[in-house]
T-cell receptor, first 113, second 111 residues
């Protein structure tokens, strides 16, 4: 079983739609959680961190459920520019001195006009 | 501000040839450094990470090796490339917070 699992999609949605991505992780020792965005043939870039209390950044909302080992990303009012692959990422330890990031395979989103 | 440089951007190498990819970080000291590989249509696979000079942890057995000769330099190498080594290689760094910042990547094609 992969340590971080995502539905690869693709998710094809019209502009203005709300779309949700889910992610599960298997290692209960995971401490930090993130969503990264990767455009085609480009490097991944941090989209947002995910906190237990949930956090929102504009049209993006991320939530974490530690009991279920589940992470979600909600995108409201989708834009064409949101088309990308969204990577769920967990870090095993709090301290970055011994931590490392484990990536899910990503979920591809295609927003259509 | 911190920047990460990775080169070359693209590389085509014959099977059996050696490989050397270099990554350098500017604007910070003692970063954690990572090499990831992304095969076509696949997720990122952690290959190596380093918490300091000469300290390398390997995540998966493979045809590759990594070295950190200087604090902000991370090198990925192979003595003899295989077809299966083709992919998108990404170097990344992190520091006091665990999120990582990536270089622009090297697209390697082994022919």
């Amino acid at each position: 079983r992969k340590e971080v699992e995502q539905d690869p999609g693709p998710f094809n949605v019209p502009e203005g739609a709300t779309v949700a991505f889910n992610c599960t992780y298997s290692n209960s020792a995971s401490q930090s959680f993130f969503w990264y965005r990767q455009d085609c043939r480009k490097e991944p870039k941090l989209l947002m961190s995910v906190y237990s209390s949930g956090n929102e950044d504009g049209r993006f909302t991320a939530q974490l459920n530690r009991a279920s080992q589940y992470i979600s990303l909600l995108i409201r009012d989708s834009k064409l520019s949101d088309s990308a692959t969204y990577l769920c990422v967990v870090s095993r330890l709090r301290s970055s001195n011994t931590g490392k990031l484990i990536f899910g395979q990503g979920t591809t989103l295609q927003v259509k006009p | 501000s911190q920047t990460i440089h990775q080169w070359p951007a693209t590389l085509v190498q014959p099977v059996g040839s050696p490989l050397s990819l270099e990554c350098t970080v500017e604007g910070t000291s003692n970063p954690n450094l990572y090499w990831y590989r992304q095969a076509a249509g696949r997720g990122l696979q952690l290959l190596f990470y380093s918490v300091g000079i000469g300290q390398i942890s390997s995540e998966v057995p493979q045809n590759l090796s990594a070295s950190r000769p200087q604090d902000r330099q991370f090198i990925l190498s192979s003595k003899k490339l295989l077809l299966s080594d083709s992919g998108f290689y990404l170097c990344a760094w992190s520091k006091t917070v665990p999120e990582a910042f990536f270089g622009q990547g090297t697209r390697l094609t082994v022919v």
